[in-house]
């Protein structure tokens, strides 16, 4: 049996049709650009988030980059978030001619360390960008109050928390703006790039809308140097058909991961996401990572370049992780690694000048996380078997760890 880490295959089945309507629906309009497709969606993705307003765009990046722009956040500028994430978190920063500063993660969480937020403000901070990494939402009331402190703006990165929620509220109606991927392996997923952008400012919105389409407020009037960024409509209509399910989606990713946790307790060297028992904490679970814990030698042990590519940048080589990740691919489990290389020690940001073990946290998690397949119409056989093959393999090798 070939255990995907993501597929498509069962939910386009259970939709097609009406996926199909709703493209051939388009396509007969010809109206391609702009339109009830797009008005539909972005009045029920406001909905959804619980904003005054949601502004479609042509991908996640995009959204963080209109909702800087929007907010004035520009040259001389810095913005606090986490190295640990998709690139296009610090991108979306540098993009708009500003500067990432990055703060260690948490150990339990993944999640920016809210405790090392204040020592890094300056007095050209500008903004914090929380990342809700994974489906995992930050502590928003803690980090609200931070902003509130210091007079700081908050873009919510919500790329890969699409129908989460920190105490009940959604993510992306927390801070000044929230920021949304349509990614097709995202909770809510698109048929290629898009994304939105969500506030309750109408000037703010107002703003994103005209930057969105060239800086202009009316035809062939250009008030702002903008970008070409716009949700199509056949990415609309296929949102509208799926946004309805987005609730059980998420309810079923929860239970997929509730069984892994429960099924892979005390494992040897397998370090589960926390269950996240607090109430208030909304969960998503885009992803289900767990952590191959180095040994010993592999944490004091720099390596030499090699297969993994984390080991050309001076960071730790996970064998461990690197074994258990080869094996289940040899038993039909796919799994992913988000992500081998933070954003700190990317080559395009070299010239941050950031030492390694500047952010010890983010840089051990990148030798040592691992995503398991998760997705709502993963079979509970499919299920059965991740389990099956993680117990056996990590079992086995404890004790031959053991006779060693």
Known sequence: MQVPPFSLSQQLTDLGPELDDAILRVLHSGQYIGGGEIQSFETAFSTCVSTAHSVGCNSGTDALILALRGLGIGAGDQVITASFSFFATAEAISAVGATPVFVDVDPITYLIDLTKIEAAITPNTKALMPVHLFGRPVDMEALMAIARRHRLQVVEDCAQATGANWNGKPVG?????????????????????GGAVTCDDDGLAQRIRELAVHGMPRRYLHTALGYNSRLDALQAAVLNVKLPHLSTWVEKRAAIASRYIKALADLPGLELPDPAADPAVGHGWNQFVVRVNLSQEEQQTESAPGSNPASHFGLPKSHRRDWLKQSLQEQGVSTIIYYPIPI??????????????????????????????????????QQDRVIRVVKRLLSSSAQEQMVA
């Open 344 to 381: 700190h020690r990317q080559p395009a940001y070299v010239d941050l000048g950031l030492a390694p073990g500047s952010l010890p946290m983010t840089e051990q998690l990148c030798s040592e996380v691992l995503s398991l397949p998760i997705f709502p119409e993963l079979s509970e056989e």
């Open 173 to 193: 109606s927390w801070g000044d703006v929230g920021c949304f991927s349509f990614f097709p392996t995202k909770n809510l997923g698109g048929a290629g790039d």
